[in-house]
């Protein structure tokens, strides 16, 4: 059986043409139809000492049990889900840093709860594997990631789930247990845009859905 060719992404320097990675990824053609705000934001990449920053609410968490539970198992890897339903109103930020060897971005989210301290989520987007991008939490647990252009919005949909170990990845049945991931960023104009979480089980159907409104906010520096 012949081996797949991993995808290559180069790293491109800091300067006036930005960061290519997400559109060598998702293709010329569909990216010259997104919308020049949602470009514009996969394109910069942020110097050293820096990190983008989006600030906004949540507008809606809907949990099935199973995805609840899911959710809250899930903990003992970092919490990458959600972990509580009806919160809408609820502030949150997202911040997007670059990783010091350029070969990825740091992911970090946090999100407002009712009681006690916020949720906060970190993760690790890597341009690497088949794929070209994998995004890694807790203990190694990453899902290689296919991206897809469609109106007005660029989607991260999950491929394969394994375990990093090194240069090792062993496959685990994560869809079987979990479902199919899709991320979505929808422009919503005037500086805006909507961040979208669908987790969809083969046999539960729709278990976790959650949407968001962020605005842009300058670079900020990470040290003063």
């Given amino acids: 059986m012949r081996a797949r060719r991993q995808a290559r992404v180069s790293t491109p320097p800091i300067g006036p043409l930005g960061d290519i990675r997400f559109r060598q990824l998702v293709g010329a053609d569909a990216w010259d139809r997104l919308p020049d705000a949602v470009r514009r934001r996969f394109s910069h990449r942020s110097a050293a000492g820096e990190s983008c920053v989006y600030a906004g609410h949540i507008l809606e968490t809907r949990m099935t049990g199973f995805g609840l539970a899911m959710a809250h198992l899930l903990r003992i890897i970092g919490a990458p889900l959600p972990l509580e339903r009806g919160n809408a109103g ?19 989210r946090e999100y407002v709860r009712r009681r006690g301290f916020p949720q906060v989520i970190h993760s690790t987007k890597r341009f690497a594997g088949v794929t070209g991008i994998e995004e890694t939490v807790g203990y190694g647990v990453t899902m290689s990631l296919r991206l897809q252009a469609r109106p007005g919005a660029l989607f991260f949909l999950s491929e394969q789930y394994f375990i990093r170990l090194g240069k090792m990845r062993l496959p685990i049945p994560g869809r079987l247990l979990l479902g199919d991931i899709a991320v979505g960023h929808v422009d919503r104009g005037e500086d805006a845009f909507e961040f979208t979480l669908e987790v969809v089980h083969p046999l539960l159907g729709c278990i976790i859905r959650q949407r968001a409104l962020f605005r842009d906010l300058l670079a900020a520096e990470t040290s003063e």
């Avoid at 911040?95 to 070969?103: A, I, K, L, Q």
């Fill in 90 to 108: 609820a502030a949150a930020v997202v911040t997007v840093t670059e990783r010091p060897d350029g070969s990825g971005q740091f992911w970090t």
